[in-house]
């Protein structure tokens, strides 16, 4: 197993997580600010974010063991931040601001396709429950936390609780 260590800005190193070796430099592209978000459950893949021209910062998968040119998975106008995935790897939840405010979306991983926005009034920093059936996150005041279930229907987010 790895853990991801960050090295400056323009790149993204991996170290064993028992320190049995030097950490090693995971190939991807030349664009500076990348960052990563979240492994795969099954370690080959890694989901960082960069700045692209256009659109600001977005969130791609690169290979874990060979690196490559970043593939893109969620690209939209503004930014795209805090990529979670789900237990099983099929999902990418993430924070968006394409809409003007930050909102909650899933798409399918890694080819991001089957974009859906979970919320209407705002939030982000979203988590996966045990189980994929649920998505938490934080709301537009960043004090109140909610729940949202993750197969979209007439079911609203529900409140968690509030910080005072």
């Known amino acids: 197993m790895n853990s991801i260590l960050r ?4 790149e993204i ?4 997580a028992d320190g049995s070796g030097p950490p ?15 492994w795969s459950p099954d370690g080959r893949s890694i989901v960082i974010n960069q700045i692209m021209p256009g659109t600001g910062r977005d969130l791609f998968v690169i290979d874990a063991e ?9 690209i939209a106008p503004g930014n795209q931040f805090l ?11 993430y924070g968006s601001e394409e809409t003007g ?3 909650v979306f899933v798409c399918r991983f890694p080819d991001g396709a089957n974009k859906l926005q979970l919320t209407a009034d705002g939030g982000a920093d979203a988590h996966w429950t045990r189980g994929d059936r649920e998505i938490v996150y934080v709301g537009e ?6 729940a949202i279930p993750f197969e979209p229907g007439p079911d609203a987010a529900r409140l968690l609780f509030r910080l005072p």
């Open 7 to 10: 090295g400056g800005h323009e």
């Open 141 to 146: 005041d960043r004090r109140s936390f909610y």
């Open 24 to 38: 090693r430099l995971v190939p991807t592209s030349a664009a500076q600010f990348k960052s990563p978000e979240a």
């Open 101 to 103: 405010k930050w909102q």
């Open 13 to 16: 190193r991996l170290l064993p």
């Open 66 to 74: 060979l690196g490559g040119a970043p593939r893109p998975v969620a």
């Open 83 to 93: 990529g979670a995935l789900s237990a099983d790897g099929r999902w990418l939840a």
